[in-house]
């Protein structure tokens, strides 16, 4: 029996969602499927229009068998460590296949490039070009010495195909083609990305034809308003911002200065951004500095995974497998890991009104109707 792993932050779950659980079943019908899921706070520093409980039954409703959260901790930060990981916590329910999006659909240049990465002077090429004022994809392509467009699937998918070599897992990647391009915010294709329709439901356009209506009637507006002012009120108050994740460089300085220029999010980031900060390096910036995510607390191992829902399928296979499990499976309460959880979901529910945090208390999984 194949046990595919998938990695997902569903902001918010649409169409291509659908299409690529469908496509693995169809590949593998007698697979389980088990998700690895980003939960309230997400790689690029994005706030999620989903909580993880509902992204957790979506995904049960639409054929995921195994549900397991990806840590507050892990899931806001780069590529490389979001994917390294996803992939172990995969590989520690004894996945033998992870299945991801792609916009080239070619896994042999992929794992190409992945392997070329562990060249000596790979990172020492990627900060010259950097410094020389290309953006990541372009210095990416230089460094690797390869003709190739570098979309932000294909980055991430690279990633996976790292931290499986770099592990020596055995897992073997595999990819399905997207049907369109994450930066598209445009069309009006069945399957659009989730960049394109967050953007439809900021200028308040119909969204129906693109995720299921159970979907729709439970995102979430972010009032952007609310959340600049918790981050204010942090940045202003706390005088030591460089203990925070990926507060480097001294940016805590712009950080303080442009603080009260302006009341408008967005417009501070403008403010405060430099040469060397992406603005999805400033997002998460952010996003740790308002959780209080302190550059002490990275942990660099995972000392527990949460299982967060399951199906009946899903159920009977963490029940055969429950003895071979090299990373536990039950929270540890006093885990660096489960206070940042808590905390993320309380910044979450002052931001959204919602009552993530109860969830999270309780501690229980979502249980698919009729599973149990």
């Known amino acids: ?206 969204i129906s034809n693109y995720l299921p209506s159970d979907v729709i009637n439970n995102l979430i507006r972010i009032d952007y308003s609310v959340f600049f002012k918790l981050l204010k009120a942090k940045i202003i108050t706390d005088d030591n911002l460089d203990k925070y994740l990926d507060v480097d460089e001294g940016i805590e300085y712009r950080l303080k200065k442009y603080i009260n220029s302006t009341n408008d999010f967005l417009e501070y980031m403008e403010l405060i951004k430099t040469k060397r900060y992406t603005y999805n390096k400033l997002n998460r910036m952010v996003i740790h500095i308002l959780i209080g995510l302190k550059k002490s607390d990275n942990l660099k191992d995972i000392d527990y995974t949460r299982v967060i829902g399951f199906d009946k399928f899903g159920l009977q296979y963490l029940k055969n497998i429950k003895n071979t499990l090299e990373i536990s499976n039950i929270v540890k309460t006093d885990s660096v890991i489960y206070k940042y959880e808590l905390q993320a979901s309380l910044i979450y529910d002052l931001i959204n009104n919602t009552n993530t945090f109860n969830f999270e208390i309780k501690n229980k999984p979502v249980i698919k109707d009729g599973s149990v």
Request: hydrophobic share 35%.
């Open 1 to 206: 029996m194949d046990v595919i792993g998938i990695i997902a932050e569903y902001n918010p779950f649409h169409n291509g969602h659908i299409y690529h659980i469908k496509k693995i079943k169809e590949k593998y019908p007698d697979s389980i499927l088990i998700l690895v899921l980003n939960g309230y706070f997400l790689e690029r520093g994005e706030i999620s229009i989903l909580t993880k409980e509902e992204k957790t039954k979506i995904a049960l409703d639409y054929g995921v068998n195994l549900v397991l959260e990806l840590p507050f901790i892990y899931g806001t930060q780069s590529a490389d460590i979001f994917a390294d990981k996803s992939i172990r916590i995969l590989n520690n329910y004894h996945v033998n296949k992870i299945v991801f999006g792609s916009e080239c659909n070619d896994i042999t240049t992929l794992t190409k490039i992945a392997k070329y990465q562990f060249n000596k002077d790979f990172d020492v090429n990627v900060k010259k070009y950097l410094d020389s004022g290309c953006n990541y994809p372009t210095a990416l392509a230089k460094a690797c010495e390869i003709d190739f467009t570098f979309n932000p699937n294909d980055l991430l998918g690279i990633s996976y195909i790292k931290a499986i070599i770099k592990n020596n897992f055995d897992i073997t990647p595999e990819c399905i083609l997207r049907t369109n391009m994450y930066h598209d915010i445009n069309s009006n294709d069945s399957i659009v990305s989730a960049s394109n329709i967050r953007n439809k439901i900021k200028v308040n356009e119909d």
